[in-house]
């Protein structure tokens, strides 16, 4: 399958003790199993990190030789287009779900190296339904026979469903929750709702995280892993 291919630029500028952080987060994961293959991050609220992990993780992992693809599940309020500035038309997930476009038309190569990426496409009017229904499920039962890991991005779990939605058919989920910003209740109520979906939860990234208050984060339990520093939603 020949696929088009797009430009991401990344303004982010990593820092070694971030990128010593998503190592380790790629490792941790790939030592989750091998049966793990789609797992969907998600946090609590906009704006704590979610996507740059996403795109951190992915990226470390393609550059050990795995084949990664990246789905955008935020069909509300997407920023991948806008923040990695890619300049092409493209058509994406809401698209594809709603049947306007085929799987050949939203699979897009990156210059990142073994990265994949499908784009949310559009805002559509009825996000969870499109991603309840059965395509969605089929689409990354297509993808797991071609990519070693997919990483499906999503919406937080604060205000909307669709990550509870989408935890349903994949067989992992990591939270990402910005340090300082997130009380352990709501954190605790967020790891409910991916219970509830039975699927099994790795941990959680614990972002921006000020290495010299590391530390502040003990409250939270051993259930809480620090993976690093990230300004980005």
């Given at each position: 399958?020949?696929?088009?291919?797009?430009?991401?630029?990344?303004?982010?500028?990593?820092?070694?003790?971030?990128?010593?952080?998503?190592?380790?987060?790629?490792?941790?994961?790939?030592?989750?199993?091998?049966?793990?293959?789609?797992?969907?991050?998600?946090?609590?609220?906009?704006?704590?990190?979610?996507?740059?992990?996403?795109?951190?993780?992915?990226?470390?992992?393609?550059?050990t030789g795995k084949?990664?693809?990246?789905?955008?599940?935020?069909?509300?309020?997407?920023?991948?287009?806008?923040?990695?500035?890619?300049?092409?038309?493209?058509?994406?997930?809401?698209?594809?779900?709603?049947?306007?476009?085929?799987?050949?038309?939203?699979?897009?190569?990156?210059?990142?190296?073994?990265?994949?990426?499908?784009?949310?496409?559009?805002?559509?009017?009825?996000?969870?339904?499109?991603?309840?229904?059965?395509?969605?499920?089929?689409?990354?039962?297509?993808?797991?026979?071609?990519?070693?890991?997919?990483?499906?991005?999503?919406?937080?779990?604060?205000?909307?469903?669709?990550?509870?939605?989408?935890?349903?058919?994949?067989?992992?989920?990591?939270?990402?929750?910005?340090?300082?910003?997130?009380?352990?209740?709501?954190?605790?109520?967020?790891?409910?709702?991916?219970?509830?979906?039975?699927?099994?939860?790795?941990?959680?990234?614990l972002n921006k995280?000020?290495?010299?208050?590391?530390?502040?984060?003990?409250?939270?339990?051993?259930?809480?892993?620090?993976?690093?520093?990230?300004?980005?939603?």
């Amino acid at each position: 399958m020949a696929l088009q291919q797009v430009i991401m630029n990344d303004p982010k500028k990593d820092t070694y003790f971030y990128d010593e952080a998503i190592k380790i987060l790629r490792t941790n994961i790939q030592f989750a199993g091998r049966n793990l293959k789609t797992i969907v991050l998600t946090s609590c609220f906009p704006n704590e990190g979610k996507s740059g992990t996403v795109l951190s993780l992915a990226r470390e992992m393609g550059n050990t030789g795995k084949k990664v693809l990246v789905v955008d599940a935020d069909i509300r309020k997407s920023s991948f287009v806008s923040r990695y500035q890619v300049k092409k038309r493209i058509k994406g997930l809401s698209q594809y779900l709603s049947g306007q476009a085929s799987v050949e038309e939203i699979i897009y190569t990156t210059n990142f190296d073994n990265v994949d990426f499908i784009f949310s496409g559009p805002t559509a009017p009825n996000p969870s339904e499109l991603l309840d229904d059965s395509a969605f499920a089929e689409l990354l039962g297509m993808m797991k026979l071609q990519y070693d890991y997919i990483l499906v991005d999503t919406p937080p779990l604060s205000n909307m469903i669709d990550a509870a939605v989408v935890a349903r058919e994949c067989d992992g989920a990591v939270m990402v929750i910005e340090s300082g910003a997130v009380s352990y209740k709501v954190a605790m109520r967020a790891k409910e709702q991916l219970e509830v979906t039975g699927c099994r939860i790795l941990g959680v990234v614990l972002n921006k995280v000020e290495i010299e208050k590391e530390k502040y984060y003990r409250h939270y339990g051993s259930y809480y892993r620090p993976y690093g520093k990230q300004d980005e939603s």
